[in-house]
């Protein structure tokens, strides 16, 4: 405001002649007018000791005016992105559209053939995973038979074993004493007597046996 207030004083002396400055008539076609201080003037007298305050400010009204300076800067800062982006993007088009075209095409193609290979790899191993299966199952029922297998042949055994102890046992019931034989069992045992009083070594040999009186 000083700067406009001296180059308009410096015009004001510069354009305008001295009569014209301090008021004299110069004709009808001149026009009269007051010319103003320069920088280097004093101050008036009746603003000599005047002190400038500035306006009073109320708080809410100053809360309010900085929050809408606030979203004006933030919309004013969203809309200049949108635009440099909406430049930048009609350029990129323009310079480039092509050969982004072409690039999408290709991108598009070679995931086209990988989706291709991927369902073949995954049909692939699909079957070897049924097969796989199949074998696992298979080798589970065969697994499954040869237990059956042993466990009828074990039984089978376990059924021999018992059969050959039963006739062991009915063997060895020909010898067993019983009321028929009785009499005939101690008339022999009286004929051959056995004496079981003995001494044997460590290796189980009998080195002394007793008489039998």
Not at 71 to 88: G, M, N, P, S
Not at 146 to 174: G, S
Request: hydrophobic residues 35%; positive net charge; proline residues 4%.
């Amino acid at each position: 405001m000083a700067l406009f207030a001296g180059v308009a004083a410096a015009l004001s002396r510069s354009v305008l002649p001295q009569s014209c400055r301090c008021g004299a008539p110069l004709g009808a076609s001149v026009w009269v007018v007051r010319g103003r201080k320069s920088r280097n003037d004093p101050p008036a007298k009746s603003k000599a000791g005047r002190i400038k305050e500035p306006p009073p400010v109320d708080p809410v009204e100053l809360l309010v005016v900085q929050e809408r300076y606030r979203q004006y800067q933030v919309l004013i800062k969203a809309l200049r992105a949108e635009f440099k982006a909406e430049v930048l993007r009609k350029k990129y088009d323009e310079e480039v559209g092509y050969i982004a075209l072409e690039r999408a095409k290709q991108e598009a193609e070679e995931h086209k053939q990988l989706m291709a290979w991927n369902d073949a790899e995954n049909k692939r191993l699909q079957e070897l995973r049924n097969n796989r299966i199949q074998k696992e199952e298979k080798a589970k029922e065969l697994q499954k038979l040869e237990a059956a297998i042993y466990r009828d042949k074990k039984q089978e055994e376990l059924i021999r074993e018992k059969e050959r102890e039963i006739l062991q046992l009915q063997e060895e019931a020909k010898n067993f004493i019983t009321l028929e034989n009785l009499e005939q069992r101690i008339e022999a045992a009286l004929d051959n007597p056995k004496s079981y009083n003995f001494a044997i070594d460590k290796e189980g040999r009998i080195v002394k046996r007793t008489a039998h009186i």
